[in-house]
């Protein structure tokens, strides 16, 4: 192992997201050696290092005192010193603190390196077995009811595999109203406690699901990744909401910028697209797209 001290760089280390054997040896190494280390919870963190030895001195860096925490920690990086940043669990900054103390550090020419390592997201997709080769992760729904139904409507037509956060006293009213929204029938995968002793995941469809939590109170406990396939593109059926957005675009855009950005939120051809923004009768050819983007048009008062 590497002990020599870490010159003063801003490290983002992942850390385990349940099963301390997930720690790797990078990891140990930078957090031994950086000169201090911000964490969410020193309280939950202390355990992390008091398992592999490490002695480095915390910080408490969280949502409600990083724009304080977050100066002070830039001052010692140019200082010369060099810091480590964790969360509870997995990769920081993935619905963890974090964000304003980067982007400090950031305008600060502070070199950041990322110590990667596990993360739900990517473990919850590397079983689910639904598609990985897009997806979207909207991290906690919000709690209150309406907020989470317009949250969860504005996704309806997502063709990516959605990818969500939820806690235990959220999860049954979340799959429920993700049920509603989305229909019975959408295919989804819930894990529980990854990488933990009772580790479980759940596949099928939401109605199902949904009955399985609702029968099974210890099916609720715990933390969760809950993933949902996208939609199945359908050019009938979406085409016209892409000219809708496309006419709106267009008083912004180019027709051909509109098209192109319309065509791929919602999955369709985007020729055909532009034949219908256009109003032309005739399908163009290839030759005829005009596939060179044009300047997009300037609102009132820009230069």
């Given amino acids: 192992m ?29 957090l031994s050696n950086v000169s201090v280390v911000a964490a969410e919870d020193t309280r939950h963190t202390r355990v992390l290092f008091d398992h592999f030895g490490i002695k480095t001195p915390l910080v408490i860096l ?26 509870d669990a997995g990769t920081p900054l993935l619905s963890d603190p974090g964000y304003r103390l980067l982007n400090l550090a950031i305008a ?21 077995g639904l598609a990985t080769d897009r ?50 029938q959408r295919l989804a995968v819930i894990c529980r406690e990854l990488t933990k002793r009772f580790e479980t995941t759940l596949r099928g469809e939401l109605g ?7 029968a099974d109170p210890m099916q609720q406990k715990g ?34 910028q509109a098209a192109r950005v319309a065509a791929r939120l919602y999955g369709v051809d985007r020729r055909e697209l532009y034949q219908k923004l256009s109003g032309l009768e005739q399908p163009l050819t290839a030759e005829e797209y005009p596939d060179k983007e044009s300047p997009a048009k300037q609102g009132p008062g820009e230069a």
């Fill in 108 to 128: 600060a020419n502070v070199t950041i390196k990322a110590i990667p390592g596990p993360s739900a997201i990517t473990a919850a997709l590397s079983i689910a």
């Fill in 2 to 30: 590497n002990n020599d001290k870490p010159i003063a760089e801003l490290f983002v280390v992942a850390t385990p997201i349940g099963n301390l054997d997930d720690m790797t040896y990078r990891a140990v190494n930078i």
């Fill in 62 to 87: 969280h949502e409600h005192n990083e724009s304080a925490v977050g100066p002070q920690l830039v001052k010692r990086l140019c200082a010369g010193e060099s810091v480590a940043l964790v969360s």
């Fill in 208 to 214: 199902h699901l949904q009955q399985v939590l609702g």
């Fill in 135 to 184: 997806f979207v992760f909207e991290g906690f729904l919000p709690a209150r009811q309406a907020a989470r139904t317009t949250c969860l409507e504005r996704l309806r037509f997502e063709s990516r595999t959605l990818v969500f956060f939820e806690s235990s006293h959220r999860v049954l009213a979340s799959v429920k109203d993700i049920a509603q929204v989305f229909g019975a």
């Fill in 223 to 256: 933390e969760f990744v809950i993933l949902l396939a996208g939609v199945e593109p359908d050019q009938d059926e979406q085409m016209p909401r892409a000219i809708e957005m496309g006419h709106a675009l267009q008083e912004y855009l180019s027709g051909s």
